[in-house]
């Protein structure tokens, strides 16, 4: 702990680099909100309505709305930032852990994989949500979530937590909680996500369904993770087939950091799908 103060003191070695970076970082991404405030500023000027919206330009609107002087000041500046670093880390991370589970799992469920595929012919969004959510239930991107107790509280089962102590929720435990998601909870069961009467994506608890966070951090990029993963795995595997390499997907298992991947190099045989290849298919599951 002393080592790591006197390098940021000091400005030296990982801390040195450190700074730099992120002062890179900073000095880009302020520049991309400089530009979008720039550009608002001359519709605004000209009595115009800008077309496209982005990120930026969407909470300068609705900060605007929240204040009486209709002015942003430098604190707003900052959350846009932020706000902007959370979409280039947390979105490339999570949505690439994601998508490497989802390729894992219909390696293991090849009856799911015939479900998608069959859906994508009929109709695409539905149940192909509720397989991804699914995915990120049972392999979220981040094992725990840290938070800090803002008072003295306690909680149902009577445990009492001190104002400034530091709780943890483990997101993997959370997701095979059999009392939340019943026996079967370690089954992969794309159905549990939709609602059996409508057909739609059922709405959970962030506090049951904690992919994403929960509480006020919940992550500000769930559903442009959801698109990005649809997107990606729809046109993958709409095109072709995607074998992993080690001949039993069960082997894999996780890398555990900050954030839990699939460990080891994920190498799989990509070949292009077509007619013949999907009745193969049909007719080994017929067989099976």
Not at 3 to 8: A, G
Not at 12 to 25: D, F, H, S
Not at 106 to 131: A, D
Request: charged share 25%; glycine share 6%.
């Amino acid at each position: 702990m002393w080592l790591w103060k006197l390098k940021m003191f000091l400005n030296i070695g990982w801390e040195k680099i450190l700074v730099y970076n992120t002062r890179t970082m900073h000095t880009f991404i302020n520049k991309v909100i400089l530009e979008s405030m720039k550009k608002k500023a001359e519709h605004a000027a000209r009595g115009e309505k800008m077309v496209t919206c982005d990120l930026v330009t969407l909470f300068m609107e609705k900060r605007l709305m929240q204040t009486e002087d209709m002015q942003i000041v430098n604190s707003d500046i900052t959350i846009m930032r932020d706000m902007v670093m959370t979409f280039v880390f947390a979105g490339k991370d999570s949505t690439a852990h994601s998508m490497g589970w989802f390729i894992v799992n219909m390696n293991r469920y090849p009856e799911v994989l015939r479900k998608i595929r069959k859906e994508m012919n009929e109709k695409l969004p539905g149940l192909l949500s509720g397989k991804i959510k699914e995915n990120i239930r049972l392999h979220p991107s981040t094992g725990f979530i840290v938070r800090e107790a803002m008072q003295n509280t306690t909680l149902v089962d009577g445990t009492f937590d001190e104002k400034g102590q530091t709780l943890m929720v483990s997101s993997y435990c959370n997701a095979r909680n059999k009392q939340t998601w019943d026996e079967d909870t370690l089954d992969f069961k794309p159905e549990r996500m939709m609602d059996e009467i409508t057909g739609n994506l059922r709405v959970f608890s962030p506090y049951i369904f904690s992919g994403f966070g929960s509480g006020q951090h919940v992550c500000i990029g769930q559903k442009f993770a959801m698109m990005q993963i649809k997107l990606a795995m729809a046109t993958l595997f709409s095109k072709f087939d995607i074998k992993t390499v080690e001949e039993d997907p069960w082997k894999f298992t996780y890398e555990f950091s900050l954030t839990i991947p699939v460990k080891g190099p994920l190498n799989v045989k990509v070949t292009p799908l077509t007619i013949s290849s999907l009745k193969s298919q049909e007719e080994q599951a017929l067989d099976d």
